[in-house]
């Protein structure tokens, strides 16, 4: 039977190899369009990305006066020199790695502990809990309840005011209900039951192991949330200590504030004006650099984790 069913396989993989399929006209003209599409698109995202860097590694003369376009103009490394050495900007720089992280884990956390409940057939009012949570995600209190909730809580002005707020997000407890509901099934809960495991065990020993797809898709999204976010400090910190670099980015950006060596004459503050445009394009590339490191270890688990996640179930 055994040598039968290979010789079975070895001929059903023969014939296969050999089967092509024709592209029609109609399909390759439709392929070509997609490519078409896809090198405008990278096109227009890249072109931006590029004049940033050749302005971040030019000269503050030439980025002033706009000689810049896709390649360094009089190549200098000054604005990143400036970066590093102001205290304020790496002082933004250490607190946005301490909310991303913290926030991260504690977000990914709290996920897991409601998303897997919720996931099994068995929890009594699961279906309650998640209308409940369904509904928070399309209407909210407000801007204004929710800072007088952070006050009364006396998380104004501290680290837990940019973590605790938005710790939980709905649209990731869905994601990962719906994949514990479809990979973990309930026979292997029940194999492990009888082996004497209790809940928390199975989570720890069997479901988290096996959910490594969906727990990088969810840490990425809370990663790049708690990295990029910036409302939460404007309303809630008070202390530049505290502030994350997206605020001192702001501040360098939009209110034109650089806390560099003050100036006492028109040259100084015109060299001053110069080192403040290039600083621009040097901060948004060190905001950026760290997500755009820490995708291509996650992306392999991305695209599976979302895609069973959502689509399944």
């Known amino acids: 039977m055994s040598i039968t069913l290979q010789g079975f396989r070895r001929t059903t993989g023969q014939r296969s190899e050999r089967t092509t399929i024709e592209e029609t006209r109609t399909d390759k003209i439709f392929l070509l369009?997609?490519?078409?599409?896809?090198?405008?698109?990278?096109?227009?995202?890249?072109?931006?990305?590029?004049?940033?860097?050749?302005?971040?590694?030019?000269?503050?003369?030439?980025?002033?006066?706009?000689?810049?376009?896709?390649?360094p103009i009089e190549p200098s490394l000054k604005a990143y020199r400036e970066a590093f050495s102001d205290p304020l900007i790496m002082k933004g720089y250490l607190n946005s790695f301490i909310y991303a992280i913290g926030g991260t884990f504690i977000s990914v956390t709290l996920t897991i502990a409601i998303a897997y409940p919720l996931s099994r057939r068995t929890f009594f009012g699961r279906n309650v809990i998640m209308s409940v949570l369904i509904f928070t995600m399309l209407f909210s209190g407000g801007l204004i309840p929710t800072y007088l909730v952070v006050q009364?809580?006396?998380?104004?002005?501290?680290?837990?005011?940019?973590?605790?707020?938005?710790?939980?997000?709905?649209?990731?407890?869905?994601?990962?209900?719906?994949?514990?509901?479809?990979?973990?099934?309930?026979?292997?809960?029940?194999?492990?039951t009888i082996d004497g495991a209790s809940d928390l065990r199975f989570l720890w020993s069997v479901v988290l192991p096996l959910s490594k797809p969906v727990i990088a898709v969810i840490a990425l999204?809370?990663?790049?949330?708690?990295?990029?976010?910036?409302?939460?400090?404007?309303?809630?910190l008070k202390d530049p200590g505290l502030y994350p670099l997206q605020i001192v980015l702001r501040n360098v950006l939009i209110l034109n504030q650089y806390g560099g060596a003050g100036a006492q004459n028109l040259a100084q503050q015109l060299e001053q004006q110069q080192l403040a445009n290039v600083l621009k394009y040097a901060l948004i590339v060190i905001s950026s650099l760290p997500v755009l490191l820490i995708y291509p270890f996650v992306a392999r688990h991305f695209t599976k984790g979302v895609m069973v996640g959502a689509v399944k179930g």
Do not use: C, H
């Open 152 to 192: 009364d809580l006396g998380l104004l002005n501290t680290r837990w005011a940019m973590v605790i707020p938005s710790a939980i997000g709905v649209w990731q407890v869905i994601i990962a209900r719906t994949f514990f509901r479809s990979t973990i099934p309930d026979e292997l809960y029940e194999a492990a």
């Open 33 to 71: 369009g997609v490519k078409i599409m896809l090198w405008i698109a990278l096109i227009l995202v890249a072109l931006p990305l590029i004049y940033i860097v050749a302005n971040s590694f030019s000269s503050p003369s030439a980025v002033s006066a706009g000689r810049v376009l896709l390649w």
């Open 221 to 236: 999204m809370y990663a790049i949330f708690q990295w990029n976010s910036y409302f939460d400090a404007l309303i809630y």
